[in-house]
């Protein structure tokens, strides 16, 4: 993050080399780092106010001071398109990751957990993560997978309050852009270890 703060500041090819090779390294450390180039995505959208064409950066609840022109806004889709590189790090980092897992027989089958069984207790562990952070009773190193024997009222609730919170962040995205950075940080970044893809041990 702290080499995509340098290249937004001052873009340039050395300093956009310097973000590959830290997600390089990054990636060689920890493969969950593949949610990073979505990361990045919103950091753009707040705090760097990059989304808009033509807007000014700002960093901080300051108002933003005249930023330099190569610091402005540049739209979504061409900051999409200046994380390619990334985004192809990061699939190439998954496929690996997978090929290996399933190799070693470390990767369960959909005919041990459903896909639906998998969807289910995601649901329900985005609300439960939420729970526990206000209030962190029951926690454990495992949580084993509960397959299809989930309460129907747990997940119907659960889908119920992710949809509610992210139209919450989304209505007041403008007012505080914070709020929507920050639920959609939450959602992503627990992605790769939410159970959409069950380990056996």
């Not at 090819?13 to 090779?21: D, P, S």
């Not at 979505?38 to 753009?44: C, G, H, K, R």
């Amino acid at each position: 993050m702290w080499a995509y703060l340098r290249y937004v500041e001052r873009p340039g090819a050395w300093r956009y080399l310097g973000v590959i090779a830290t997600f390089t390294l990054g990636l060689m450390t920890k493969p969950m780092l593949v949610r990073e180039p979505f990361v990045l995505l919103l950091l753009d959208y707040w705090p760097l106010n990059r989304w808009s064409p033509g807007a000014q950066r700002a960093i901080g609840p300051r108002k933003a001071k005249p930023a330099p022109k190569s610091a402005t806004g540049r739209g979504a889709l061409h900051l999409v398109w200046e994380k390619m590189p990334l985004f192809a790090l990061a699939a190439t980092s998954c496929a690996i990751t997978l090929l290996v897992a399933k190799g070693g027989g470390a990767v369960a089958s959909t005919d041990i957990f459903p896909f639906g069984d998998r969807l289910s207790n995601a649901l329900v562990a985005y609300g439960t993560y939420l729970a526990k952070m206000v209030w962190p009773i029951n926690l454990a190193v495992f949580y084993p997978h509960p397959g299809a024997e989930l309460p129907g009222w747990q997940i119907v609730g659960a889908g119920l309050l992710l949809v509610a919170c992210t139209s919450l962040a989304i209505r007041w995205a403008r007012r505080f852009p914070y709020l929507l950075v920050g639920w959609f940080w939450y959602l992503g970044t627990l992605v790769p270890v939410i159970g959409l893809v069950q380990v056996v041990l």
